[in-house]
């Protein structure tokens, strides 16, 4: 029996397809090939949220449970098995071994280690892989780190791609040369990464950085040596592309080895594609285009759609900005943006016309605000946040933009 056939039977025994398929009338015989797909219902997030034991294949198998970072919203509570572990661990695995890391590598990870599960899994990784690593997980300061790294010399980085940023920033600002703490390459993930802040960050360091791609419900992959997109563990989880328009659309997953949390024909809300010719670093597996946009992410302003990723690119084509914080309302029974940026000699008026540029808005205001005032916002750090909708992030964003209402 072949893995498809095996994630199939799983499928349709877990009571979150189970009930949907059996709605449907749809039965395990009508599911023969990976074109049968089609015949499925999708789901989304929000049915493994609404009870998240019913997308458990194997309850009495879990042996612990991870929550996404809840970033877009409730976070979705996902319960693996050991083999579901192992599964990621190996994945992960061929995720380092895609950017290079030896297992004479030092590695300093600095992604969190607790509910969201990236610290953990790519420790594992590490461990398995053969290298070193130092569990630096979430600190009290950028100071801390940077003790850290001048302590152990670190080849290899791993950590949401902002973090890397202001600390090479928060070294320059003290008078030093971000090259000389020994970084050979960086593996960034938990957020897109514009080629404009790449190119920044790499000449800031002197290192290659690398992209990871990944769903805590689903799966994991890495860019390699080309950066052409995500390199997909297709033998566990299989990808589809729905509803494409201009070459693109919403990556669509199926697992296919997993026994605790499953996701069948499960949509990321990730619009991405499929690179169909083969890869020039020689790996056999395929490519997922590089995710610039979200579905959930999208926000219309003024009447205007306007992606997050967009903002962030036209932000850090200015290389004197360290970081930013953009904020919706309506408090006024309008639309309002305000940007909130920490740098020095930040020429407003040519930031208001960049960001125009990419959006075809124009924010209401620009405040330079001091080094280090912008709160840290969430598990990744969220820097685009819409306070006309609830969320659980409006109590701090509002905190901090009532403080700094007089600076333009």
Do not use: H
């Given at each position: 029996m072949n893995s498809f056939e095996k994630g199939m039977d799983i499928a349709f025994k877990t009571p979150l397809y189970a009930n949907l398929y059996k709605a449907l009338r749809i039965n395990r015989?009508?599911?023969r090939c990976v074109k049968d797909l089609i015949k499925l219902p999708t789901v989304s997030k929000e049915d493994i949220v609404k009870d998240y034991v019913q997308a458990i294949a194997k309850p009495e198998q879990v042996f612990k449970f991870h929550t996404t970072s809840g970033s877009s919203g409730t976070p979705t509570i996902v319960g693996f098995t050991q083999?579901?572990?192992?599964?990621?661990v190996r994945q992960n695995v061929k995720c380092?071994?895609?950017?290079?890391?030896?297992n004479q590598d030092l590695i300093y990870n600095a992604t969190s280690y607790g509910m969201f599960f990236a610290g953990l899994v790519l420790h594992d990784a590490s461990v398995a892989l053969g290298c070193k690593i130092i569990p630096a997980g979430v600190l009290s300061s950028l100071e801390a780190h940077i003790e850290l790294i001048k302590t152990f010399k670190p080849t290899v980085f791993i950590g949401?791609?902002?973090y890397l940023l202001k600390l090479g920033k928060l070294y320059e600002e003290d008078g030093f040369d971000p090259r000389e703490l020994g970084f050979k390459k960086a593996y960034c993930l938990g957020e897109p990464l514009p080629e404009k802040k790449r190119n920044l960050m790499e000449n800031m360091w002197d290192i290659d950085i690398y992209c990871g791609y990944g769903l805590s419900e689903v799966g994991a992959g890495a860019e390699c040596c080309e950066k052409r997109g995500y390199h997909w563990p297709i033998h566990d989880v299989l990808v589809e592309v729905l509803e494409k328009k201009n070459g693109k659309g919403e990556l669509t997953y199926t697992?296919?080895?997993?026994?605790g949390t499953i996701a069948i024909r499960y949509r990321s809300k990730d619009l991405g594609s499929i690179i169909d010719e083969p890869c020039p670093c020689g790996e056999k597996t395929p490519l997922i285009s590089h995710i610039e946009e979200r579905l959930d992410d999208l926000v219309k302003i003024k009447g205007t759609l306007i992606s997050p990723y967009a903002v962030e690119s036209a932000i850090y084509s200015f290389k004197e900005i360290n970081t930013y914080l953009f904020v919706i309302n309506n408090d006024a029974g309008f639309d309002e943006v305000s940007v909130y940026v920490e740098g020095n000699?930040?020429?407003?008026?040519?930031?208001?016309?960049?960001?125009?540029?990419?959006?075809f808005i124009t924010p209401n205001s620009i405040a330079i605000v001091k080094k280090d005032s912008i709160p840290l916002i969430g598990r990744k750090g969220k820097r685009f946040v819409d306070l006309r909708k609830e969320n659980n992030f409006n109590s701090i964003v509002r905190k901090f933009t009532n403080a700094?209402?007089?600076v333009n």
């Open positions: 015989n009508d599911i083999n579901d572990w192992q599964i990621y380092l071994e895609l950017i290079g890391v030896k949401i791609p902002q697992t296919l080895t997993k026994t000699d930040i020429d407003t008026l040519k930031l208001k016309n960049a960001i125009y540029s990419k959006t700094n209402c007089s």
